[in-house]
């Protein structure tokens, strides 16, 4: 008998357990902006550097990398790195497959939906030097600010990272 209450202590407990990890993750509400929205997190003038990164769900390089921008936001303090990550998802697929998206891979960086669909106007507005194809990705702060048109390994993402949290 008391084998018996310890195991119903055991599976209860335990279950609980798992409900409050489960219920850790709590997605915030997806931003929606167009380009007028968007330029503000694109020149900011803090004491941090900031990761913006153009991506979209249905692009399987920007689908790979996201872990690696992901382990960012996890690693740095948000006063010294902060992570945009900025879906150039259809907007038709905002509630379909962007927001089941983020909550199944738990993401905590910031997202914004890009609803604009002027490309050719924006484009060049972000760097004079973009094709448009994604992943595209910008790191700035202050004194310096890079763009790339590709897709980084973990290890290329934190080299570049570091560049500009040394120079500061």
């Known amino acids: 008998m008391k084998n018996l209450i310890l195991l119903i202590l055991f599976v209860f407990y335990g279950c609980n357990d ?12 997806l931003t929606i902006v167009d380009f007028e929205e968007l330029k503000p997190y694109l020149n900011k003038n803090e004491d941090k550097t900031y990761i913006i990164n153009f991506w979209a ?3 399987a390089p920007c ?4 872990p690696y921008f992901e382990d960012i936001t996890k690693t740095y303090n948000t006063n010294q790195v902060e ?3 900025v879906s150039l998802d259809f907007p038709k697929q905002f509630e379909s497959k962007l927001k089941p998206f983020i909550v199944s891979k738990k993401i905590q960086s910031r997202v914004i939906a890009l609803n ?3 490309m050719n ?3 060049p507005q972000v760097d004079e030097s973009w094709s448009g194809a994604i992943p595209a990705t910008i790191i700035y702060n202050k004194t310096k600010r890079k763009f790339y048109e590709k897709s980084f390994t973990e290890r290329e993402l934190q080299n570049e990272l570091q560049q500009f949290l040394n120079q500061k």
């Open 18 to 29: 798992q409900k409050t990890i489960a219920q850790e993750y709590k997605p915030q509400e």
């Open 57 to 59: 769900t249905w692009c």
């Open 63 to 66: 689908v790979k990398e996201l």
């Open 83 to 85: 992570v945009i990550l």
């Open 116 to 118: 604009d669909m002027d």
């Open 121 to 123: 106007t924006w484009i």
